[in-house]
């Protein structure tokens, strides 16, 4: 293993979402490019909105996407004590004071002005109140400049005169954010932070903490937002984006993946690349600076691409479990399956779309569109379609390549064109117009369901109920 080390860091607060995931996919891929590690956290500190349940979720949705990790999972909840010698180590080296300003006070000195006033700071002002529980500042060093040598964003350079001195622990001795990301980094050998740059502003304050604990700071890479079609920041408005909806809706771990890092990330025009690629050739310099956009259309082709890679019995397991989830099961042995998936594999993007054109081919009834009986099941084809019937229950092998001479012969005896009987036979085996090739749905409805299937057309096409 390289040095490299990265870590995902998420907060189970709520499900996670695709610009989450699009971070904990950088991550993953820098320290697999490096044959490095990636270490999971779970920051969980805020214990009001931390559930159990969020977390679940995030390790399922990591697991499905295949993001495997090398260490982890970390509870920060579970890692105060940790956190105690760090702040002790603070403490130690006077880079902390205590402060007994109350939220209320805080709010009517600051007005409409920069943060904090200082007036705890020891030499700024009249010092803490020793009847109160004192919360814990960072003494920041006045008049410098920090530079944050972003590796996607080049030199950020900020004035130690614009930072807060921030709370390092609460007067509950809770410690905050900053301070347990920080030490978290640092106990955890991380070399590279790789994270969105809505943290940008954390970062020069964590570097204070880094100086302050006497730890040379990692890298760190500070990723452009995800945004909606509409160029405003990916949101609910702009549909799904807890990430576990896709595998829901039908999408393929490895079409998101390779969705998800062209959100940001390019290599040259690829578009379409395999997870082993993107391993490949992952690499901070393809980090554009500028946002990516998520665009659906973009990810449903991306889908239908990696499904087509695919093998028919590995789309036919895939098309399994989808319904599976759903509560429904796919009939059939695994050799009539396969064949499915072989004829509709071209036809879908999505298992969704997979799932929905092949219901007439898998379910045991159909319903037949009126506007497509009302098109072609008329009652002259009566007498027609009922010749096709027994000339297909004659047939000796019900292949395609069989029943596809059945069906010419058929035409051809009767002076028709073929289509003149085919669509009509479409319509009472799917009940739609619209199908895969006839002879492969045929053979994929199977002798019996297509009798009685023209059973029902025939009555249809005489006038009764479609
Ligand atoms: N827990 C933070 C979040 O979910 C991430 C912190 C970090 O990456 O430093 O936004």
């Known amino acids: ?64 996407l295949g993001l495997d990790w090398n260490e982890g999972p970390f509870r920060q909840s579970e890692r105060e004590p940790f956190y105690a010698t760090q702040v002790e180590r603070l403490r130690q ?31 700024h002002g009249p010092g803490p109140n020793p009847d109160r529980a004192a919360a814990l500042r960072l003494k920041i060093p006045l008049g410098r400049t920090v530079v944050i040598d972003d590796l996607v964003k080049g030199p950020v350079a900020v004035s130690t005169d614009d930072i807060d001195d921030f709370v390092i622990v609460r007067s ?29 502003k954390n ?44 595998r829901d809706a039908g999408y393929l771990p490895d079409a998101l993946v390779n969705f998800m890092a062209r959100l940001g990330w390019a290599h040259g025009d690829d578009e379409f ?18 946002a990516g956009v998520f665009d659906r259309e973009k990810l449903d082709w991306l889908n239908g691409e990696h499904l087509r890679r695919l093998a028919d019995p590995e789309i036919a397991t895939l098309l399994r479990d989808f319904l599976a989830r759903r509560g429904e099961t796919l009939e059939g042995d695994p050799a009539w399956q396969a064949r499915l998936a072989g004829v509709l594999r071209d036809r879908a993007r999505t298992l969704e779309e997979l799932a929905e ?10 319903h037949i ?9 008329s009652p002259e084809i009566v007498a027609p379609l009922r010749q096709l019937q027994s000339a297909l229950q004659r047939c000796g092998e019900w292949r395609a390549a069989e029943l596809e001479t059945t069906v010419r012969a058929t035409a051809d005896a009767l002076g028709l ?40 057309a025939l009555a249809v096409a005489a006038g009764g109920p479609p």
């Open 172 to 200: 509950d001795g809770t410690p905050t954010y900053q301070m347990v990301v920080t030490a978290d980094d640092i106990d955890m050998r991380i070399t590279h932070v790789i994270r969105g740059d809505d943290h940008l």
């Open 93 to 123: 080296a006077g880079a902390v004071y205590p402060c007994t300003c109350s939220a209320e006070e805080l709010a009517a000195r600051r007005g409409d002005g920069f943060g904090y006033d200082r007036r705890c700071r020891p030499g």
């Open 273 to 290: 690349l395999t997870r082993s690629q993107l391993v490949e050739l992952f690499d901070l310099a393809g980090v554009g600076r500028s």
């Open 357 to 366: 054109q092949s219901i007439a081919l898998r379910t045991a009834s159909i």
């Open 369 to 377: 569109d009126p506007k497509a009986a009302q098109r072609c099941l």
């Open 203 to 246: 970062t020069a304050k964590q570097i204070l903490i880094y100086e302050a604990l006497a730890a040379t700071p990692p890298a760190f890479a500070h990723l452009p937002q995800v945004l909606g079609a509409d160029r405003g920041r990916l949101s609910k408005r702009h549909g799904a984006t807890d990430v576990l909806s896709y």
């Open 417 to 456: 064109k073929l289509g003149a009987l085919a669509q009509p036979l479409r319509v009472a085996l799917t009940g739609s117009t619209a199908s895969p090739g006839i002879f492969d749905v045929l053979e994929l409805v199977g002798r019996e369901r297509s009798a009685a299937r023209i059973d029902h």
């Open 1 to 64: 293993m390289s040095g490299v080390r990265t870590r995902f860091a998420p907060s189970p607060t709520g499900a996670l979402h695709v610009g989450g995931v699009r971070t904990a996919l950088f991550s993953w891929l820098f320290a697999r490019h490096h044959g490095g590690a990636f270490v999971r956290r779970i920051e969980d500190t805020d214990r009001e909105r931390s559930r159990p349940e969020w977390e679940a979720g995030i390790i399922e949705a990591l697991r499905w």
